[in-house]
Protein backbone atom coordinates (compact mmCIF):
# COMPACT_ATOMS: atom_id res chain seq x y z
CA UNK A 1 0.00 0.00 0.00
CA UNK A 2 0.99 3.03 -0.60
CA UNK A 3 2.66 5.60 2.56
CA UNK A 4 1.15 8.79 3.54
CA UNK A 5 3.47 11.04 5.02
CA UNK A 6 2.92 14.52 6.80
CA UNK A 7 5.63 17.07 6.15
CA UNK A 8 7.64 17.76 9.18
CA UNK A 9 6.61 15.09 10.31
CA UNK A 10 8.82 12.68 9.27
CA UNK A 11 12.66 13.11 7.76
CA UNK A 12 13.37 14.76 4.73
CA UNK A 13 15.54 12.28 3.49
CA UNK A 14 12.36 9.48 3.31
CA UNK A 15 9.97 12.57 1.73
CA UNK A 16 12.81 13.31 -1.09
CA UNK A 17 14.02 9.63 -1.20
CA UNK A 18 14.00 7.96 -4.69
CA UNK A 19 14.92 4.46 -5.61
CA UNK A 20 18.20 4.01 -7.73
CA UNK A 21 18.44 0.62 -9.89
CA UNK A 22 21.05 -0.96 -7.75
CA UNK A 23 22.37 -3.39 -10.88
CA UNK A 24 26.25 -2.79 -11.65
CA UNK A 25 26.24 -2.88 -15.40
CA UNK A 26 29.26 -0.97 -16.46
CA UNK A 27 31.34 -4.20 -16.70
CA UNK A 28 29.35 -5.61 -18.87
CA UNK A 29 28.64 -2.69 -21.01
CA UNK A 30 31.91 -2.03 -21.15
CA UNK A 31 33.00 -5.24 -22.95
CA UNK A 32 29.38 -5.00 -25.01
CA UNK A 33 30.55 -2.08 -26.50
CA UNK A 34 34.75 -3.25 -27.13
CA UNK A 35 33.06 -5.71 -28.71
CA UNK A 36 31.16 -4.27 -31.57
CA UNK A 37 33.98 -2.09 -31.82
CA UNK A 38 36.09 -4.99 -32.68
CA UNK A 39 33.76 -6.92 -34.62
CA UNK A 40 31.17 -4.90 -36.23
CA UNK A 41 27.87 -6.61 -37.99
CA UNK A 42 29.46 -10.08 -36.42
CA UNK A 43 28.97 -9.18 -32.93
CA UNK A 44 26.03 -7.50 -33.29
CA UNK A 45 24.27 -10.19 -35.10
CA UNK A 46 25.57 -12.67 -32.40
CA UNK A 47 24.56 -10.41 -29.80
CA UNK A 48 20.23 -10.62 -31.60
CA UNK A 49 20.90 -14.05 -31.28
CA UNK A 50 21.89 -14.86 -27.30
CA UNK A 51 19.73 -11.90 -26.16
CA UNK A 52 17.43 -11.14 -28.56
CA UNK A 53 16.79 -15.32 -29.59
CA UNK A 54 16.81 -14.31 -33.34
CA UNK A 55 18.91 -15.44 -35.88
CA UNK A 56 18.77 -12.63 -38.29
CA UNK A 57 20.35 -12.49 -42.28
CA UNK A 58 19.97 -8.70 -42.02
CA UNK A 59 19.96 -5.72 -39.68
CA UNK A 60 18.33 -3.24 -41.66
CA UNK A 61 14.53 -2.96 -41.68
CA UNK A 62 13.56 -3.20 -45.89
CA UNK A 63 11.46 -0.48 -47.37
CA UNK A 64 9.32 -3.46 -48.42
CA UNK A 65 9.31 -4.36 -43.70
CA UNK A 66 8.36 -0.13 -43.95
CA UNK A 67 5.65 -0.42 -46.06
CA UNK A 68 3.75 -3.60 -45.12
CA UNK A 69 3.77 -2.04 -41.69
CA UNK A 70 1.91 1.08 -43.01
CA UNK A 71 -0.69 -1.67 -43.63
CA UNK A 72 -1.13 -3.84 -41.19
CA UNK A 73 -1.53 -1.07 -38.59
CA UNK A 74 -5.24 -0.36 -37.69
CA UNK A 75 -6.35 3.00 -39.28
CA UNK A 76 -7.49 4.61 -35.86
CA UNK A 77 -4.20 3.92 -35.11
CA UNK A 78 -2.53 5.30 -37.91
CA UNK A 79 -5.15 8.57 -37.84
CA UNK A 80 -3.73 8.82 -34.15
CA UNK A 81 -0.13 8.54 -35.56
CA UNK A 82 -1.25 11.39 -37.63
CA UNK A 83 -2.72 13.98 -35.42
CA UNK A 84 -0.15 13.58 -32.81
CA UNK A 85 2.90 14.03 -35.80
CA UNK A 86 0.87 17.34 -36.44
CA UNK A 87 0.30 18.42 -33.09
CA UNK A 88 4.44 17.50 -32.35
CA UNK A 89 5.66 19.58 -35.29
CA UNK A 90 3.58 22.37 -34.93
CA UNK A 91 4.56 22.81 -31.28
CA UNK A 92 8.25 22.20 -32.32
CA UNK A 93 8.03 24.51 -35.11
CA UNK A 94 8.44 27.08 -32.38
CA UNK A 95 11.45 25.99 -31.16
CA UNK A 96 13.24 26.74 -34.63
CA UNK A 97 16.75 29.32 -33.52
CA UNK A 98 17.92 31.72 -35.84
CA UNK A 99 21.40 32.79 -36.02
CA UNK A 100 22.06 36.32 -35.73
CA UNK A 101 24.70 39.13 -36.68
CA UNK A 102 25.70 42.06 -35.50
CA UNK A 103 27.97 44.77 -36.68
CA UNK A 104 29.78 47.55 -34.67
CA UNK A 105 32.60 50.01 -35.90
CA UNK A 106 35.44 50.39 -38.53
CA UNK A 107 33.59 47.26 -40.23
CA UNK A 108 33.39 45.00 -37.51
CA UNK A 109 31.17 41.93 -38.05
CA UNK A 110 30.26 39.13 -35.21
CA UNK A 111 27.57 36.56 -35.55
CA UNK A 112 26.24 33.03 -34.56
CA UNK A 113 25.23 30.51 -37.31
CA UNK A 114 22.94 27.31 -36.51
CA UNK A 115 23.75 24.33 -37.65
CA UNK A 116 21.82 21.17 -38.17
CA UNK A 117 23.77 17.68 -37.44
CA UNK A 118 24.55 15.65 -39.97
CA UNK A 119 23.28 12.04 -38.63
CA UNK A 120 21.54 11.69 -35.34
CA UNK A 121 20.59 8.04 -33.77
CA UNK A 122 17.49 7.34 -32.22
CA UNK A 123 17.33 4.86 -29.68
CA UNK A 124 13.21 3.36 -28.95
CA UNK A 125 13.04 0.81 -26.57
CA UNK A 126 11.31 -2.72 -26.97
CA UNK A 127 11.04 -4.82 -24.24
CA UNK A 128 7.83 -5.32 -22.06
CA UNK A 129 6.43 -2.56 -24.05
CA UNK A 130 6.98 -0.51 -27.64
CA UNK A 131 6.70 2.59 -27.69
CA UNK A 132 5.80 4.23 -31.19
CA UNK A 133 5.20 8.09 -29.21
CA UNK A 134 8.91 8.29 -28.55
CA UNK A 135 9.41 7.78 -32.41
CA UNK A 136 7.44 10.49 -32.85
CA UNK A 137 8.67 12.39 -30.15
CA UNK A 138 12.39 11.65 -31.58
CA UNK A 139 12.37 11.59 -34.54
CA UNK A 140 10.09 15.48 -35.89
CA UNK A 141 12.32 17.86 -33.94
CA UNK A 142 15.78 16.17 -35.56
CA UNK A 143 13.43 16.49 -39.15
CA UNK A 144 12.60 20.29 -38.36
CA UNK A 145 15.98 20.94 -37.05
CA UNK A 146 17.11 19.62 -40.41
CA UNK A 147 18.89 17.04 -39.95
CA UNK A 148 20.93 15.06 -42.77
CA UNK A 149 19.87 11.67 -41.79
CA UNK A 150 17.76 10.00 -38.64
CA UNK A 151 19.18 7.06 -37.73
CA UNK A 152 16.86 4.60 -35.59
CA UNK A 153 17.55 1.50 -33.59
CA UNK A 154 14.63 -0.67 -31.75
CA UNK A 155 14.87 -4.52 -30.49
CA UNK A 156 13.72 -7.22 -33.15
CA UNK A 157 10.95 -9.73 -32.06
CA UNK A 158 12.11 -13.19 -31.53
CA UNK A 159 10.40 -14.00 -34.89
CA UNK A 160 12.70 -11.47 -36.52
CA UNK A 161 10.41 -8.64 -37.50
CA UNK A 162 9.63 -5.13 -35.82
CA UNK A 163 6.32 -4.17 -34.00
CA UNK A 164 4.76 -2.23 -37.04
CA UNK A 165 3.06 0.29 -34.93
CA UNK A 166 6.96 1.11 -34.61
CA UNK A 167 7.87 1.06 -37.91
CA UNK A 168 4.65 3.25 -39.17
CA UNK A 169 5.76 5.43 -36.71
CA UNK A 170 8.67 5.38 -38.41
CA UNK A 171 7.30 6.31 -41.93
CA UNK A 172 5.21 8.77 -40.34
CA UNK A 173 8.27 10.48 -38.63
CA UNK A 174 10.90 10.35 -41.62
CA UNK A 175 12.94 8.16 -39.85
CA UNK A 176 15.70 7.43 -42.97
CA UNK A 177 16.90 4.03 -41.82
CA UNK A 178 15.98 1.34 -39.36
CA UNK A 179 18.28 -1.42 -37.69
CA UNK A 180 16.96 -3.98 -35.59
CA UNK A 181 19.06 -3.73 -32.56
CA UNK A 182 18.46 -3.05 -29.20
CA UNK A 183 20.70 -2.97 -25.58
CA UNK A 184 24.04 -1.44 -24.82
CA UNK A 185 25.20 -2.66 -28.77
CA UNK A 186 23.02 -0.49 -30.62
CA UNK A 187 24.25 2.13 -28.45
CA UNK A 188 28.06 1.01 -29.04
CA UNK A 189 26.87 0.17 -33.11
CA UNK A 190 25.54 3.92 -33.60
CA UNK A 191 28.72 5.63 -31.47
CA UNK A 192 31.20 3.42 -33.66
CA UNK A 193 29.49 2.80 -36.82
CA UNK A 194 29.59 -0.50 -38.52
CA UNK A 195 29.54 -2.63 -41.73
CA UNK A 196 26.01 -1.85 -41.48
CA UNK A 197 25.35 0.66 -39.51
CA UNK A 198 26.61 4.20 -39.73
CA UNK A 199 28.09 6.37 -37.26
CA UNK A 200 25.77 8.93 -35.57
CA UNK A 201 27.30 12.84 -33.80
CA UNK A 202 24.30 12.10 -30.88
CA UNK A 203 22.07 9.59 -29.62
CA UNK A 204 18.98 10.33 -28.03
CA UNK A 205 16.20 8.41 -26.42
CA UNK A 206 15.44 6.34 -22.93
CA UNK A 207 16.52 2.35 -22.77
CA UNK A 208 16.93 0.48 -19.34
CA UNK A 209 20.16 0.17 -17.31
CA UNK A 210 22.15 -1.11 -20.02
CA UNK A 211 21.13 1.63 -22.76
CA UNK A 212 21.54 4.69 -20.23
CA UNK A 213 25.27 3.02 -18.86
CA UNK A 214 26.30 2.81 -22.76
CA UNK A 215 25.00 6.34 -23.92
CA UNK A 216 26.85 7.21 -20.40
CA UNK A 217 30.47 5.45 -21.70
CA UNK A 218 30.46 6.60 -25.49
CA UNK A 219 29.78 10.12 -24.55
CA UNK A 220 32.48 12.34 -25.95
CA UNK A 221 32.32 9.67 -28.78
CA UNK A 222 29.34 11.45 -30.09
CA UNK A 223 26.92 13.24 -27.83
CA UNK A 224 23.90 12.24 -26.06
CA UNK A 225 20.78 14.06 -24.95
CA UNK A 226 20.60 12.62 -21.37
CA UNK A 227 20.81 9.74 -18.78
CA UNK A 228 17.07 8.67 -18.40
CA UNK A 229 16.07 7.01 -15.52
CA UNK A 230 13.12 5.50 -14.32
CA UNK A 231 9.69 7.28 -15.11
CA UNK A 232 7.90 9.17 -12.61
CA UNK A 233 4.99 11.53 -11.80
CA UNK A 234 4.46 14.54 -8.92
CA UNK A 235 1.32 15.03 -9.20
CA UNK A 236 -0.10 18.76 -7.03
CA UNK A 237 -3.66 18.35 -6.00
CA UNK A 238 -5.89 20.54 -3.71
CA UNK A 239 -8.71 19.16 -2.01
CA UNK A 240 -11.11 19.79 -5.01
CA UNK A 241 -9.48 17.23 -6.89
CA UNK A 242 -11.19 14.27 -7.58
CA UNK A 243 -9.66 11.15 -5.91
CA UNK A 244 -10.53 8.68 -8.92
CA UNK A 245 -8.73 10.74 -11.55
CA UNK A 246 -5.92 11.88 -9.11
CA UNK A 247 -5.05 7.70 -8.51
CA UNK A 248 -5.39 6.98 -12.38
CA UNK A 249 -2.50 9.59 -13.11
CA UNK A 250 -0.50 8.14 -10.43
CA UNK A 251 -0.89 4.47 -11.42
CA UNK A 252 -0.64 5.48 -15.32
CA UNK A 253 3.29 5.93 -14.15
CA UNK A 254 3.46 2.80 -12.00
CA UNK A 255 2.33 0.89 -14.65
CA UNK A 256 5.80 1.48 -16.85
CA UNK A 257 7.96 -0.18 -14.46
CA UNK A 258 8.70 -1.45 -10.84
CA UNK A 259 10.96 1.63 -10.40
CA UNK A 260 8.76 3.72 -11.84
CA UNK A 261 7.98 6.68 -8.86
CA UNK A 262 4.21 8.09 -8.49
CA UNK A 263 3.90 11.30 -5.73
CA UNK A 264 1.23 13.37 -4.69
CA UNK A 265 1.87 16.07 -2.92
CA UNK A 266 -1.32 17.79 -1.34
CA UNK A 267 -2.94 20.11 1.44
CA UNK A 268 -5.52 18.00 2.32
CA UNK A 269 -5.48 14.94 4.16
CA UNK A 270 -9.01 14.15 3.37
CA UNK A 271 -7.76 13.54 -0.70
CA UNK A 272 -4.33 11.83 0.76
CA UNK A 273 -6.59 9.22 1.70
CA UNK A 274 -9.06 9.02 -0.87
CA UNK A 275 -6.46 8.65 -3.21
CA UNK A 276 -4.46 5.37 -1.27
CA UNK A 277 -7.84 3.66 -1.44
CA UNK A 278 -8.70 4.60 -5.03
CA UNK A 279 -5.38 3.28 -5.73
CA UNK A 280 -5.78 0.37 -4.22
CA UNK A 281 -8.93 -0.30 -6.06
CA UNK A 282 -7.80 0.60 -9.45
CA UNK A 283 -4.32 -0.99 -9.76
CA UNK A 284 -6.25 -4.36 -9.34
CA UNK A 285 -8.04 -3.68 -12.79
CA UNK A 286 -4.55 -2.84 -14.68
CA UNK A 287 -3.17 -5.74 -17.25
CA UNK A 288 0.23 -4.55 -15.05
CA UNK A 289 -0.68 -5.07 -12.02
CA UNK A 290 2.12 -6.70 -10.64
CA UNK A 291 4.36 -4.20 -12.01
CA UNK A 292 2.00 -0.86 -10.52
CA UNK A 293 1.63 -2.09 -7.60
CA UNK A 294 5.25 -2.85 -7.10
CA UNK A 295 6.05 0.52 -8.41
CA UNK A 296 3.58 2.60 -5.80
CA UNK A 297 4.15 0.11 -2.70
CA UNK A 298 8.06 0.69 -3.20
CA UNK A 299 8.28 3.73 -5.15
CA UNK A 300 4.87 5.92 -4.22
CA UNK A 301 4.39 8.11 -1.40
CA UNK A 302 1.64 11.04 -0.41
CA UNK A 303 3.18 13.95 1.07
CA UNK A 304 0.49 16.28 3.16
CA UNK A 305 1.86 19.99 3.10
CA UNK A 306 0.17 22.68 5.03
CA UNK A 307 -0.36 24.44 1.96
CA UNK A 308 -0.24 24.74 -1.89
CA UNK A 309 2.64 27.04 -1.65
CA UNK A 310 4.53 24.08 0.25
CA UNK A 311 3.69 21.66 -1.88
CA UNK A 312 5.39 23.76 -4.82
CA UNK A 313 8.06 23.87 -2.97
CA UNK A 314 8.20 20.40 -2.27
CA UNK A 315 7.98 19.54 -5.77
CA UNK A 316 10.77 21.63 -6.96
CA UNK A 317 13.05 19.82 -4.43
CA UNK A 318 11.92 16.81 -5.92
CA UNK A 319 12.36 18.11 -9.77
CA UNK A 320 10.19 15.35 -11.46
CA UNK A 321 10.22 14.38 -14.79
CA UNK A 322 6.30 15.09 -15.15
CA UNK A 323 4.26 17.27 -12.79
CA UNK A 324 0.56 18.05 -13.20
CA UNK A 325 -0.90 21.04 -11.09
CA UNK A 326 -4.32 19.43 -10.82
CA UNK A 327 -5.82 22.87 -8.92
CA UNK A 328 -8.89 24.82 -9.81
CA UNK A 329 -6.58 28.11 -11.02
CA UNK A 330 -3.13 26.39 -11.78
CA UNK A 331 -1.90 29.38 -13.61
CA UNK A 332 -1.50 31.11 -10.63
CA UNK A 333 1.16 29.23 -9.15
CA UNK A 334 3.00 28.16 -12.99
CA UNK A 335 5.66 31.44 -11.94
CA UNK A 336 6.10 29.62 -8.84
CA UNK A 337 7.29 26.13 -10.30
CA UNK A 338 10.95 25.85 -10.88
CA UNK A 339 12.26 22.70 -11.44
CA UNK A 340 9.80 20.24 -13.51
CA UNK A 341 10.70 18.29 -17.33
CA UNK A 342 6.81 19.24 -18.36
CA UNK A 343 3.95 20.47 -16.70
CA UNK A 344 0.49 19.88 -16.89
CA UNK A 345 -2.36 22.50 -15.87
CA UNK A 346 -5.59 22.14 -14.72
CA UNK A 347 -7.93 19.15 -13.53
CA UNK A 348 -8.11 18.08 -17.49
CA UNK A 349 -4.69 17.72 -18.21
CA UNK A 350 -3.56 13.84 -17.36
CA UNK A 351 0.37 13.19 -18.00
CA UNK A 352 -0.84 10.70 -20.89
CA UNK A 353 -2.17 13.46 -22.87
CA UNK A 354 1.47 14.83 -22.97
CA UNK A 355 2.76 11.19 -23.44
CA UNK A 356 1.02 11.19 -27.00
CA UNK A 357 -1.33 13.76 -28.45
CA UNK A 358 -0.78 17.75 -26.82
CA UNK A 359 2.41 17.71 -28.67
CA UNK A 360 5.40 18.99 -26.28
CA UNK A 361 8.09 16.38 -25.75
CA UNK A 362 7.95 13.59 -23.71
CA UNK A 363 11.29 12.68 -23.83
CA UNK A 364 12.22 14.30 -20.39
CA UNK A 365 14.81 14.56 -17.93
CA UNK A 366 14.08 12.19 -14.86
CA UNK A 367 15.23 11.48 -11.12
CA UNK A 368 15.36 15.13 -10.11
CA UNK A 369 17.65 16.38 -13.37
CA UNK A 370 14.65 18.55 -14.56
CA UNK A 371 17.33 21.08 -11.76
CA UNK A 372 19.57 21.82 -14.97
CA UNK A 373 17.97 19.39 -18.32
CA UNK A 374 15.31 20.31 -20.59
CA UNK A 375 12.75 18.23 -22.35
CA UNK A 376 13.75 17.24 -25.86
CA UNK A 377 13.41 19.33 -28.64
CA UNK A 378 14.79 21.03 -32.17
CA UNK A 379 18.03 22.17 -29.51
CA UNK A 380 18.86 18.72 -29.39
CA UNK A 381 19.48 18.86 -33.12
CA UNK A 382 21.56 21.86 -33.73
CA UNK A 383 25.14 23.14 -32.99
CA UNK A 384 26.11 26.81 -32.50
CA UNK A 385 29.17 28.18 -34.33
CA UNK A 386 30.40 31.29 -34.12
CA UNK A 387 31.94 33.99 -36.26
CA UNK A 388 34.15 36.90 -36.41
CA UNK A 389 35.79 39.96 -38.75
CA UNK A 390 37.97 42.63 -38.09
CA UNK A 391 38.88 45.12 -40.33
CA UNK A 392 42.61 46.15 -39.95
CA UNK A 393 41.64 49.40 -38.22
CA UNK A 394 39.32 47.97 -35.90
CA UNK A 395 41.77 45.26 -34.94
CA UNK A 396 45.19 47.57 -34.37
CA UNK A 397 42.20 49.72 -32.01
CA UNK A 398 42.12 47.12 -29.65
CA UNK A 399 45.41 45.85 -29.89
CA UNK A 400 47.25 47.17 -27.31
CA UNK A 401 44.40 46.05 -24.61
CA UNK A 402 44.74 41.98 -26.40
CA UNK A 403 48.53 42.15 -25.94
CA UNK A 404 47.90 43.65 -21.95
CA UNK A 405 45.81 40.67 -21.58
CA UNK A 406 48.01 38.22 -23.01
CA UNK A 407 51.01 39.23 -21.02
CA UNK A 408 48.76 38.89 -17.99
CA UNK A 409 48.50 35.81 -18.87
CA UNK A 410 51.91 34.92 -19.66
CA UNK A 411 51.44 34.44 -23.14
CA UNK A 412 53.55 36.16 -25.53
CA UNK A 413 52.97 34.75 -28.28
CA UNK A 414 49.57 35.59 -28.38
CA UNK A 415 50.52 39.35 -27.80
CA UNK A 416 53.16 38.98 -30.86
CA UNK A 417 50.37 37.83 -32.80
CA UNK A 418 48.00 40.65 -32.76
CA UNK A 419 50.58 43.24 -32.65
CA UNK A 420 52.84 41.48 -35.34
CA UNK A 421 50.66 43.38 -37.90
CA UNK A 422 51.36 46.46 -37.19
CA UNK A 423 54.92 46.79 -36.70
CA UNK A 424 56.83 48.92 -39.18
CA UNK A 425 58.78 46.74 -41.67
Known sequence: MIKIMKYGEVANADIFARSVPEVDVAGIVSGIIADVRARGDAALLEYCEKLDRVKLESLQVSAEELDAALEAVEPEFLDALETAAANIRAFHEKQVRQGFIMTGADGVVMGQKITPLDRVGLYVPGGTAAYPSTVLMDAIPAK???????VMTTPPARDGSVNPAILAAAKVAGVSRVFKLGGAQAVAALAYGTESVPCVDKIVGPGNAFVAEAKKQVFGRVAIDMIAGPSEILIVADGKSDPVHVAADMLSQAEHDRMASAVLVTDSMALAEAVRDEIERQV???????IASASVDVNGKIIVADTLEQAIGISNAIAPEHLELCVGNPFDYLDKVKHAGSIFMGRNCPEALGDYLAGPNHTLPTGGTARFYSPLGVDDFIKK????????????AVSGKIAVFARKEG????????LSRFEEA
Open 144 to 150: IAGCGEI
Open 284 to 290: RLLPRVE
Open 385 to 396: SQYTYFTADALR
Open 411 to 418: LEGHARSV
